[in-house]
């Protein structure tokens, strides 16, 4: 079955940076486009980023665009989140999810999620 794990959480001051990553198995990875999605303590989860299954195209949510940076290694079934610049509100559980080909914002056309990982900034 597909298994989507992540790590690299924790807590940073606001300026700071963190690296997530996300260890995939049970798909053809370079056949899935990849995403990231993120949770605050009482809001909806929400799109932050995305990537095509070559890695060749992005999309990133505006809050984050400049900030962050996702990437993937093909041969090593992994994504990752560059998360610079890190400011309060973007504290949250960070969620790698996966719907397929295509690229996808919206949390109802996911098919397969992580557990997460909690990331606090403190400001």
């Known amino acids: 079955q597909v298994q989507l794990v992540e790590s690299g959480g924790g807590w940073v001051q606001a300026g700071g940076s963190l690296r997530l990553s996300c260890a995939a198995s049970?798909?053809?990875?370079?056949?899935?486009?990849m995403h990231w999605f993120r949770q605050a303590p009482g809001k909806e989860r929400e799109f932050v980023a995305a990537?095509?299954?070559?890695?060749?195209?992005?999309d990133y949510a505006d809050s984050v665009k400049g900030r962050f940076t996702i990437s993937r290694d093909n041969a090593k079934n992994m994504v990752y989140l560059q998360m610079n610049s890190l400011k309060p509100e973007d504290t949250a559980v960070y969620y790698c999810?996966?719907?397929?080909?295509?690229?996808?914002?919206?949390?109802?056309?996911?098919?397969?999620w992580g557990k997460g990982t909690l990331v606090t900034v403190s400001s």
């Open positions: 999810a996966t719907r397929g080909v295509l690229i996808v914002r919206t949390t109802g056309r996911v098919n397969y």
């Open positions: 990537i095509t299954r070559s890695g060749s195209n992005t």
């Open positions: 049970g798909l053809t990875f370079s056949s899935y486009a």
